[in-house]
């Protein structure tokens, strides 16, 4: 304090008597000045080195006091508090650590880092990443999106203009003039698009999203390890979910659609068996047959056949072992050993090992022509260039989608056909362990979930199998009462055998015989959605009659499944043995051998109109 001459008031004891100036202190615009600090003792570090924590410059002695807390709780937890690292140059120094990645594990972790984790958090301090950051980093990516959603439009409507330029330009052909003119707005239109397209970047899907955040959670795991990080951060971020694309099969409708619209129903289609021949032999004059039939029969990846060696086909054993494949990064081509679960040997089929070695045949005449040039390039691959030099797996899949075009089939990608190799597998009825081996996958559930796409022939049958437990009470129509003569019973007990034929509609004409090619002792009729209702109706009729007339149905045999596999859902084929009431036991006689229908021993009266077919344009044998 100062007395009104200036000079200092002072206190009795003769010091100067000071008082707080507060906010008009001259000093509060220099840096820390007027402002709360704290600090505290680490641990000794190595060789006894003093470790203080400082931090300053809080308003209010609460905030200095809460923020002193938090480092503390940090520290204990093992977190580097004292280090002024960044995260941008943590990343690089673990990327540089992992020196067992594959090259395309590593190429992507690269890109992650380049163009998400560095530009966003590269230039936080170690010590002070918190998840507000890795959020805030998210919510940017969705920003950029929206941005990138609004340049990919206007990039569409300038192609739209482009089309539509060119298109007027070739209609004004003989048109000296107005072609001229039709000609500049080609051009300009043409600039326009080629302009627009700078700086045309790709949407970030929430699938990469999940790849980036995968990195992030790497990367702080072996921070946490190193002590270098207290939390894994990027385990407590919530981002869209993934929509993983259901496979779905070019059903007729499906195909009637496209043709009309030219749309894919969805990314991921897969063909038919009906189809899947088609394509192959449409292509069975393709140099690269044996290639196209690997990859619908074996289900391998693209760059395990482009590396696939001789030296692991046998074509007497018939097997064909995947130890290797190629991998693509920036179009350069890397050989690389696939993962352990994906190292697996696959039996082939007969089929498989002939047109293999029609193949090997081919490839040495090739090698042979190649040769006298001195221009051949013995790689050793099963499937080469004429000139015997690897396959590029993008050509490969180029390739194949010109091929798709020119056959007129709807369209699949290289990968879909992995996709039909599993279907196909399952709709022959194999396990899918079985079919999880051959894919190389690690378990069941992801070849379920992957690649197993329902094809309508296991929907269908899926859903008669699920009716078919549940126990309905068909109803019939009793055409002609049966009767069965006493000269059928032989030791007091008689077989009859019941035939059954589907027409149109769902009817089913049924006719009891003591021969199959005798006369019909009674005949009925039944709408039924299958031969397993068919026969239940049957049974439903023959025990009628018997608890009618006193027999007892001694057994019951069901010979449906002696028909040929196309012939099962038409007709139904049941024996009776039938008891008088003082008969003998099922015991006491002779089984009769069951003997194979043939369609043409089938006698019944047919009890449909003469003109009606069956479901497949036949009628059964009458």
């Not at 409507?157 to 007027?168: I, P, Q």
């Not at 700078?198 to 949407?203: M, Q, S």
């Not at 032989?490 to 006719?511: K, N």
Request: contains cysteine.
């Amino acid at each position: 304090m100062l007395n009104e001459d200036g000079s200092p008031v002072l206190t009795p004891n003769g010091k100067p008597k000071l008082r707080k100036l507060g906010a008009s202190c001259p000093k509060l615009g220099e840096k820390g000045h007027g402002t709360w600090y704290f600090y505290f003792e680490l641990e000794a570090g190595e060789g006894g080195t003093r470790r203080r924590v400082r931090r300053g410059g809080f308003a209010k002695k609460d905030d200095a006091k809460a923020k002193a807390e938090e480092i503390y709780r940090e520290a204990t937890r093992g977190t580097d508090v004292l280090s002024n690292t960044t995260v941008g140059q943590d990343l690089h120094a673990w990327l540089k650590r992992k020196r067992n990645l594959a090259r395309t594990t590593r190429h992507g972790y690269e890109e992650h880092i380049r163009l998400y984790l560095e530009p966003h958090l590269g230039h936080i301090k170690r010590r002070d990443l918190k998840l507000r950051h890795i959020e805030a980093m998210y919510d940017a990516i969705e920003r950029e999106n929206a941005e990138r959603l609004l340049h990919h439009a206007r990039v569409t409507e300038l192609e739209e203009a482009r089309d539509a330029a060119h298109t007027a330009w070739v209609r004004a052909a003989g048109k000296k003039q107005e072609r001229r003119e039709a000609r500049q707005a080609y051009l300009k239109a043409n600039a326009d698009l080629r302009e627009g397209r700078k700086g045309k970047r790709k949407i970030t899907s929430a699938a990469t999203m999940h790849r980036i955040n995968a990195t992030l959670s790497s990367f702080l795991t072996s921070g946490i390890k190193r002590q270098e990080y207290s939390t894994n951060l990027a385990t407590l971020v919530e981002l869209p979910p993934i929509k993983r694309p259901k496979p779905l099969v070019w059903t007729p409708e499906r195909v009637e659609e496209w043709k009309r619209t030219g749309v894919k129903p969805g990314p991921v289609m897969v063909w038919t068996a009906e189809q899947t021949g088609a394509f192959l032999d449409f292509v069975r004059d393709d140099r690269l047959y044996a290639m196209w039939h690997t990859f619908v029969f074996v289900g391998p990846r693209r760059g395990e056949v482009c590396a696939l060696p001789w030296t692991e086909i046998s074509t007497t054993a018939l097997t064909l072992r995947i130890s290797a494949q190629i991998v693509e990064v920036a179009y350069r081509l890397y050989g690389e050993a696939p993962k352990a679960d994906s190292v697996r040997t696959t039996t082939l089929t007969e089929e498989s090992g002939r047109v293999l070695t029609a193949w090997r045949i081919q490839q040495n005449k090739e090698r042979e022509q190649w040769s006298e040039a001195e221009a051949w390039q013995e790689s050793g691959c099963v499937f080469t260039q004429e000139n015997g030099a690897p396959l590029h797996p993008d050509w490969v899949s180029r390739r194949f989608q010109r091929l798709v075009e020119l056959s007129g089939l709807p369209p699949v990608r290289l990968h879909d056909l992995r996709h039909v190799s599993a279907t196909l597998s399952l709709l022959a009825k194999n396990d899918i362990k079985v079919v999880q081996e051959r894919l190389g996958h690690s378990s069941r559930q992801i070849t379920s979930d992957t690649y197993t796409s329902v094809l309508p022939e296991l929907m269908r049958a899926e859903a008669e199998a699920t009716l078919a437990v549940v126990p309905r009470d068909v109803p019939f129509e009793v055409l002609r009462p049966l009767e069965i003569p006493d000269e059928a019973f032989q030791h007091d007990v008689a077989v009859l055998y019941v035939h059954g034929a589907r027409y149109s509609g769902g009817v089913w004409a049924v006719a009891a015989q003591l021969r199959h090619d005798g006369v019909a002792l009674g005949e009925m009729r039944a709408t039924c959605k299958g031969p397993d209702q068919a026969g239940d109706a049957v049974i439903k009729w023959i025990t009628q009659h018997c608890a009618s007339n006193g027999y007892e149905v001694l057994r019951t045999e069901n010979h449906s499944g002696s028909y040929s596999h196309d012939q099962r859902p038409y007709f139904a084929l049941l024996r009776f043995f039938i008891a008088r009431p003082a008969g003998q036991t099922v015991g006491d006689f002779v089984r009769l051998a069951p003997s194979a229908p043939d369609e043409s021993r089938v006698n019944l009266t047919s009890t449909a109109s003469p003109d009606v077919d069956t479901d497949e344009g036949q009628r059964p044998a009458a």
